[in-house]
């Protein structure tokens, strides 16, 4: 017998029906009631006392009824096999409660825990050219080389090659769509979709059967930034809603990192006014790992090295450890270096000095330098 949902289950689903209320109006309840669920039910003398909720919201949640409705849509969700992530749920990702905006819920198809892992955000041109193209899939590989998740939005363009780069080197990836998780958009990705879903997390603050309207976009993009320690731009006009998705970042105290691209280009000016106001230029994976990892202190351990064979004969990645280990006893070492003498792509060279690294076997220096921590090299 399917259990009837009770009001205060239903609640979680309501604060997004609440006219005047909004995503910030809910953190504020969130943050005054240990049981935001309580707002419905605690009457008006409770709502005057949580700071800055206006009148509107207020008057919207007193007189909020539309229960049977609810109820109709979490059987649906149920069915869909959709989960349904409230913000006091554990399984909420930690970063996104942070920001000012939080959805109250999120709806999931995949695994909720994947948007919990050290991630960033990749956007870009709908329209990239072949040089974008390239520097997407090599940046996001090396991403998820190194344990990385990579979010994106899964627009066409740079957003789908983001994806498909991740998945192509078995890393995590999550996508946050404009539209319900049910609405796969744009049409032609929905097998992209359900293969994220499948190796990650495709999720939502919008309920099943939204459809991808266009002023849903710009406040998605909060959420691809919030998820994220950081936001890659790899192409984008002046006027691209990447460069939202960049200010979102900055708002939050995220790191925003930008791919250089030919002079004079449209999909240059993006990036490069970006580069000018403070972004990090990018030309391979290790400028964006350097920036990060303070953070990855408990990152996922790095995904395994490609198949056998794939590497063309070059060092194992097992191997690569010894050889950089040795290699860094006659002194620190530029990373163009530890390429050269390992044989192995600027990508997985990156994904093990990040995991030694972590590991405490050695350090970076500026320039993009590395030399064995002092601990050790001192005992030797």
């Not at 649906?76 to 096999?81: K, L, P, S």
């Not at 351990?301 to 070059?314: I, L």
Request: hydrophobic share 40%; proline share 8%.
């Amino acid at each position: 017998m399917t259990r009837v949902p009770d009001r205060r289950d239903l609640a979680w689903l309501a604060f997004g029906r609440v006219p005047g209320l909004g995503c910030v109006g809910f953190r504020r309840i969130a943050e005054f009631f240990a049981d935001p669920a309580d707002a419905f039910f605690g009457g008006r003398g409770a709502l005057r006392e949580v700071p800055g909720l206006s009148r509107a919201a207020v008057a919207g949640l007193l007189a909020f009824s539309d229960w049977d409705r609810l109820a109709d849509e979490m059987h649906r969700i149920r069915e869909a096999g959709v989960r349904l992530v409230r913000y006091s749920d554990a399984s909420y990702p930690g970063r996104l409660r942070a920001i000012p905006d939080p959805p109250a819920v999120l709806y999931v198809r995949g695994s909720p825990e994947a948007a919990a892992h050290p991630a960033v955000g990749v956007v870009g041109s709908r329209a990239p050219s072949d040089y974008g193209r390239e520097s997407a899939r090599l940046l996001c590989r090396g991403l998820a080389g190194a344990g990385i998740t990579v979010i994106s939005g899964m627009a066409r363009g740079i957003d789908g090659e983001a994806h498909e780069a991740a998945l192509s080197r078995g890393g995590g990836t999550v996508a946050v769509l404009g539209s319900g998780v049910d609405v796969p958009y744009p049409p032609e990705h929905r097998d992209l979709c359900r293969r994220i879903g499948g190796n990650g997390a495709v999720l939502s603050e919008h309920p099943l059967g939204t459809a991808p309207l266009p002023h849903h976009f710009p406040a998605r993009n909060r959420i691809i930034s919030g998820l994220s320690l950081g936001v890659l731009v790899v192409e984008a006009t002046e006027r691209s809603g990447s460069l939202i998705t960049a200010r979102w970042a900055l708002e939050q105290g995220r790191e925003v990192f930008a791919v250089p691209g030919p002079a004079g280009a449209s999909r240059s000016r993006g990036p490069h006014r970006l580069i000018r106001e403070g972004a990090k230029l990018v030309e391979d994976v290790a400028d964006i790992i350097e920036e990060i990892a303070p953070q990855l202190a408990h990152a996922s351990p790095p995904v395994p090295a490609e198949p056998e064979g794939a590497s063309g004969g070059k060092l194992p990645l097992e191997g690569a450890a010894g050889t950089i280990l040795r290699d860094l006893e006659a002194g620190p070492l530029p990373m163009d270096d530890v390429i050269r003498r390992t044989g192995l792509s600027a990508p997985q060279v990156c994904e093990v000095l990040l995991e030694m690294e972590l590991q405490g076997l050695l350090k970076q220096l500026p320039g993009k330098r590395y030399a064995l921590n002092s601990a050790i090299s001192g005992s030797r």
